[in-house]
Structure formats: C-alpha cells, structure tokens
C-alpha cells in the first residue's frame, strides 16, 4: 500500500484530525479509515487534492507567478560555478534576485494562506454537527481571508513600478500668472505654503533666484528643497494653481481670480544633461538690496542665457559671483531635465486617464476659495481646509494624488498583463 500522507497545513485542520482521531488520510488508498464517513469515502476527485482556487484577481497571479520563475532562475544561475567565479556577475545576480526576495516571500506566504483557506472550507463541510468545532473553523477562515486580502494588497503595491526620480532633492519654481500685481503676491504665498511644508517634513529649502515684485510678493521665485524623498511628494505640486479672493489691492471689495504656475524639477547630474558651452550665453551685473559692501559695488549677479530654448536665469542669491554661476547652471540643468521628462511623459499620457503625476504647467490642478475657505483639487474632486492647508498642511492631498497614481499604475499593469 502507497505510503503516500496528506499534510494538513490549517491549524483547525489539524485540530479538526487530533479532536476526532483520524490516523492520517491515505487518499491512494481505495479503503476509508477507521472513523471516517462511508459517505465522504472514496474522495472525490474533488476532495483528494483541495484545488487552490486563488481569490486574487487574475493578472495578478499570472504577474506574481512570472515573478517567482524569475526569481528561481537568478538562485540557480547564482550557483553557477562560472557565475561564483566571477564577482561583478555574481553580485549584479545577487542584486538582481534580493530586490525580488520580498516580493516572493510574501507571494509565497499568500499561497500558503490561500491552501489553508481551502483546506478550512473542506472541513466546515465535514463538521457537520459539530458547533464547536464549526464556530473554530469559521473563525480561522475569517481570519485567513482577512489576512489574504493585506498580503493582496501589499503585492500590489510591490508590483508597482518604483519611480527612479523620487528619492531626488528638487528644485521648485513658481512663478506668477494672469493677474498682475496679485498673482505676484499669490506666487508669494505659494512659495510660503512650501516653506512651511517642508518644515513639517524636516525638509531644508534655500532661495536659488528670486524677482520681488513691487507691490509684494514675487514675479519668479525658485527654491532649492533637500531632504528624504522630496520628489515624491512634491511631484504632484506641477501645474496651475489659481486663487479667487478679494485681493489687497483692491478698494471695492470685489472677487479676483489670479493664477500662478508651479514646477517641480528634479535635480540633475552633470551626466544626465549635457550642455554645450557654445549655446551659454553669460552676462555679469551688480546686485541690489542688502547683503554687504560689496554688493552694489562688485559684479557678483549671473545673467545666464540658453540660446537653443530661450531659458534665462538671472542669479543674485549669493555673495560671489563664483557661486551664483553654480547656482545659475544648476538651475539650467534643472529646467532641461524637466523639459526632457516631460516630453517623455507627454508620449505615455494618451494612455492615461488624468494627468496626476505628468507635472504638466498647462494643468490647472486646484482653486484656493477665500470667500467659502477652501481649496478644490480638480484631479482628485477632493476639498481641503483653505487656513491648515496655505499653513503647510499638504499631507493628505499628497497621499491622495499618490493614491491615485498608484491606482492608474495597477490599471496599466493589468491591462499590460492581459494584452502578453
């Protein structure tokens, strides 16, 4: 007789065979064991191997299971003598098969919760009268199903495409827009939302080059923001930001719509954009205001022009000119880059159905309400606190923007799977 045993992986599984004294099920053989219902005896093709029915969605599984060959081929490939004799192949392998490690663990952990499930469902069936034993198998499935559907989620999140870009300091400029004098002070205001953000994030953030304008607030002003995953956060910041109020400049007391621009660009290595000296068009001046003797006598402003697309940076930050020409290329770096990540992202945007994450100018993303206190933002149909929110207090429309990109991410990775 084939010694061949079913291993029961569900605690209540095997509580359910020690409570009633089962001695281990021979699915082979053709003869019930003692104790065991004639009626449940021969098993049903059915009852001798419970089939893993797997309540995640298809694509999923197929992704996870695609995964997981990976993964088995990199540990073998791993014990290639040729590949162990060869350090830069075999830690490019090792790197290769470590960034997949959790991902298989928990995929693993969710088949093994997934069995046990099933496993459950079978003995219910064969409780029969026993309410004890019944109330302690519902019990686990409650908790198993609760269980597989947190590890579904957290591998969906681990399919996720990670952005390279988001672990980047940044740069962000705003920049004032259709309403004059107010939109300069707008811009102002802007710039002081994310000054206080970043504080809540124990973020630093320092001026790279600012146009005051005359009646308050700024024309132009760009910011320098270092610290832990900055893009990431702010990436969503990109696009229109307009406000209706009453503004100071106004005597009747009538609502104004003004607008500034906002944009988030990544901080660019020397390597990733190269700039041709021939096309730097570079002026020196004297800066104004206050900062020291020298400041209205030495000319430490850079006046910087990029002929092949009009970009112009007038840098008067720092004290030398040395560093305000460093200031200045790295801001040019900085544009440039944005530039060829938006076209980039312009090509892949037909195929989205929101803009969230595109970093688009022309996008209008939220309304700043004085009059009801509110501030609207359009991609996400959500309403914030108007006072909290120019105080800093962005968090929850940036997790709700990462949200949603996460959502378009996993629709994509659906459809990218269904169409292989």
Avoid at 134 to 144: H, K, P, R, V
Avoid at 171 to 197: F, H, K, N, P, S
Avoid at 247 to 276: K, L, N
Wanted: charged share 30%; aromatic share 6%; glycine share 6%.
């Amino acid at each position: 007789m084939n010694s061949f045993t079913t291993t029961t992986t569900s605690p209540t599984a095997r509580a359910f065979v020690h409570l009633h004294s089962h001695p281990p099920l021979n699915l082979r053989s053709r003869q019930p064991p003692a104790g065991v219902c004639l009626g449940l005896w021969p098993p049903s093709p059915s009852r001798r191997t419970p089939r893993l029915v797997c309540m995640a969605e298809p694509y999923l599984i197929t992704k996870m299971e695609s995964v997981e060959k990976t993964w088995k081929e990199l540990s073998v490939k791993l014990a290639d003598p040729d590949v162990v004799s060869n350090p830069s192949e075999y830690q490019k392998l090792a790197q290769s098969m470590s960034e997949l490690d959790e991902v298989v663990s928990v995929f693993r952990r969710f088949k093994d919760c997934e069995k046990q499930l099933q496993e459950s469902k079978v003995l219910a069936k064969e409780a029969g009268d026993d309410e004890e034993m019944a109330e302690m198998i519902g019990t686990e499935i409650n908790s198993l199903s609760k269980e597989i559907e947190e590890l579904e989620k957290q591998l969906k999140m681990l399919l996720l495409p990670t952005n390279p870009l988001d672990a980047r300091n940044i740069l962000l400029e705003v920049r004032a827009g259709t309403g004059g004098d107010e939109a300069a002070i707008w811009t102002g205001d802007l710039v002081r939302m994310y000054q206080r953000y970043s504080e809540r994030s124990s973020w630093k953030f320092s001026m790279v080059s600012c146009s005051e304008a005359e009646h308050g607030g700024y024309k132009t002003c760009v910011m320098e923001i270092k610290g832990n995953r900055v893009y990431s956060k702010l990436k969503y910041e990109s696009g229109v930001h307009r406000v209706q109020r009453v503004p100071q400049t106004e005597t009747q007391g009538r609502v104004h719509t003004s607008t500034a621009t906002v944009a988030i660009m990544p901080e660019a290595d020397e390597v990733e954009v190269v700039i041709d000296p021939k096309d730097i068009e570079l002026t020196t001046a004297r800066s104004g205001g206050a900062g020291g003797q020298n400041v209205n006598k030495v000319e430490t402003a850079i006046d910087l022009v990029h002929k092949p697309t009009g970009i112009r940076i007038f840098c008067t930050e720092e004290r030398t000119q040395l560093r305000n020409k460093a200031r200045a290329f790295q801001l040019l770096r900085a544009k440039l880059y944005e530039i060829k990540l938006r076209e980039q992202q312009e090509k892949i945007r037909d195929q989205r159905k929101s803009q969230v994450g595109t970093g688009a100018r022309s996008e209008k993303i939220r309304t700043y309400n004085y009059k009801d206190s509110r501030v609207t933002d359009h991609r996400l149909k959500m309403n914030f606190a108007l006072t909290s929110f120019l105080e800093g207090g962005l968090e929850d429309a940036v997790q709700a923007c990462a949200a949603m990109e996460q959502k378009e991410l996993m629709e994509e990775l659906s459809e990218s799977v269904a169409a292989s």
